[in-house]
C-alpha cells in the first residue's frame, strides 16, 4: 500500500514552521500542552468560521501564551471598536480556565491580515465549501475557484479534490481538477495545503487543495555562516 504524507510535514525546517511554537522538559506539561492546542484549535474553528480563518499559531512562553490568527477579514474578527476581539479573548480566557491547567499564563492575541486570499488552501478550501452550501453545482464551483487561484501572480499551480455524495447521487465518489504543476515530491516547493469539510443535507463532502506558490532557495553563504557562527560559540 503506498502512504501519503502531508505536504507540511516533509517540509518543517525547509521552508515550513511549526504551528505550536513552544518547548519543555516535562512529560506532563507536554500532554498538557499537546491537548490544549487540539482542543483550542477546535474551538476556534467552530467561535470563527465563515471569517476567512487562514491558520491559528500558537506560541508559548513560562508566563503567557499568545494564539495569533491569520485571516483575510481582520475586521470580522476585531470587530467594531475592538467589541469583537475583546469577546474573543473572554471565551478563551473561560475555555483555558476550564482546561485545568497547571500555571495561568497571560493571554494575548494577535490579528494578522492575509493578503492574498487565493493563495491561501484553507481560505481556498471554505470559499469552495461556502459554494456547495448554496447548493451551487460541484462542477461549477471547482472551475470558478480554479480560475480565481490561479489569477494570482503568486499561484503557479493548484488541485482541488471533492469526495462525496456529489450533487446528490445515490453513490459516492471523487472528483478532481488541476491546473498548472503541482510539484508534491520537491520539498523545496512552497505548497500549501488544507483540508475542509463542506455540511449538506445528504452527507459531507470532503475537500483538499494544493497551491504551489513556487519554489523557494535559501542563501545557502548566509547559512554557512549562520553554522560557522554557532559552532565557534
Known amino acids: 500500500m503506498t502512504h501519503v504524507a502531508h505536504p507540511y510535514i516533509q517540509r518543517i525546517g525547509v521552508n515550513r514552521d511549526w504551528k505550536s511554537r513552544w518547548f519543555t522538559m516535562n512529560p506532563q506539561k507536554f500532554r498538557e500542552y499537546l491537548r490544549v492546542d487540539a482542543s483550542l484549535r477546535r474551538m476556534l474553528d467552530k467561535r470563527l468560521k465563515g471569517m476567512s480563518i487562514d491558520a491559528t499559531e500558537i506560541e508559548r512562553s513560562e508566563k503567557d501564551i499568545r494564539i495569533i490568527i491569520k485571516t483575510s477579514r481582520p475586521g470580522l474578527v476585531i470587530g467594531r471598536s ?84 456529489l450533487g446528490g447521487a445515490d453513490m459516492a465518489r471523487k472528483e478532481e481538477l488541476k491546473k498548472g504543476q503541482v510539484p508534491l515530491q520537491t520539498l523545496r516547493a512552497n505548497i500549501d495545503f488544507a483540508r475542509v469539510t463542506a455540511r449538506l443535507p445528504y452527507g459531507a463532502v470532503g475537500i483538499k487543495v494544493w497551491i504551489y506558490r513556487g519554489e523557494v532557495f535559501t542563501d545557502r553563504k548566509a547559512g554557512q555562516q549562520d553554522m560557522e557562527a554557532r559552532t565557534s560559540r
Not at 473572554?90 to 493578503?115: G, Y
Open 82 to 165: 475592538g467589541e469583537g476581539i475583546n469577546k474573543l479573548k473572554k471565551d478563551i480566557d473561560l475555555f483555558l480556565r476550564k482546561q485545568k491547567l497547571t500555571d495561568k499564563p497571560e493571554l494575548k492575541i494577535d490579528i494578522e491580515e492575509v493578503r492574498s486570499p487565493e493563495s491561501s488552501a484553507r481560505i481556498v478550501g471554505q470559499m469552495i465549501s461556502e459554494g456547495l452550501e448554496k447548493r451551487m453545482t460541484f462542477r461549477r464551483v471547482m472551475k470558478q475557484t480554479a480560475e480565481k487561484v490561479m489569477a494570482n501572480r503568486d499561484v503557479e499551480g493548484v488541485r482541488i479534490t471533492l469526495s462525496g455524495r
